[in-house]
């Protein structure tokens, strides 16, 4: 009868009065292989009496037809807690580091160097080469100098070929108006969302743009 699951940080324990089933691992090397693989315990060797529960095997890895739950002969196991397992065993790395630093001498040069000794292992990540965190800042730095030229640029385009569309369309309408061109011009050289404005719209904003060139001169 199964007492545990043998999946890495799974509590499940055998109880009659709870629905988890326990299922051993296959005979076929082949399978028994891929399921050792899944569960990713280091040099783990299943035995006679090793079992994992139906918490790791997905729905469809179950055949309901009988009175008991059973595997399919396909089934592996695809649902692990590997997370759970990892911080667990970080939790008892760190306790132990803090009982084995407890049980040092208490000594001033001691206990400095132990803070010492804590602090590079939790942070060993924000010292390992700060000469080449100091170079990724510059380059990075540098990058986003350079984006900010380059909007800046974009961004003066945009308002130079606007003042231009408008003074384009500023012309159009005029000639139209004044008969030099045919009625209907502007709808064919024109894009449709300006070619449909008034004259008058046209005009306030080309003295809009004027007055702006003024203000900035």
């Known amino acids: 009868m199964p007492t545990n699951c043998a999946a890495a940080g799974c509590a499940a324990t055998y109880n009659k009065h709870i629905n988890i089933s326990f299922h051993r691992f296959p005979l076929d090397p082949k399978r028994r292989k891929e399921w050792v693989r899944l569960v990713r315990r280091k040099n783990f060797v299943p035995g006679k009496h090793t079992f994992l529960c139906s918490k790791h095997f997905e729905a469809s890895c179950f055949d309901l037809t009988g009175q008991t739950r059973r595997l399919k002969m396909d089934a592996v196991p695809t649902i692990f807690d590997f997370c759970t397992h990892i911080k667990s065993m970080k939790l008892k790395s760190r306790s132990l580091l803090k009982k084995n630093n407890n049980c040092t001498s208490a000594g001033p040069s001691n206990l400095k160097a132990n803070i010492s000794q804590q602090v590079l292992l939790e942070h060993s990540y924000a010292f390992r080469n700060p000469m080449e965190a100091k170079k990724r800042i510059v380059k990075l730095e540098k990058e986003i100098a350079s984006l900010r030229r380059k909007m800046k640029t974009c961004l003066q385009k945009e308002r130079r070929a606007t003042r231009r569309w ?13 008969n030099i061109l045919p009625r209907g011009t502007s709808e064919h050289i024109l894009p449709t969302a300006l070619s449909h404005l008034p004259l008058e719209d046209f005009k306030i904003l080309e003295q809009e743009q004027q007055d702006k060139k003024l203000s900035i001169l």
């Open 166 to 178: 408008i003074k384009a369309t500023c012309l159009v309408k005029n000639l139209e108006a004044n």
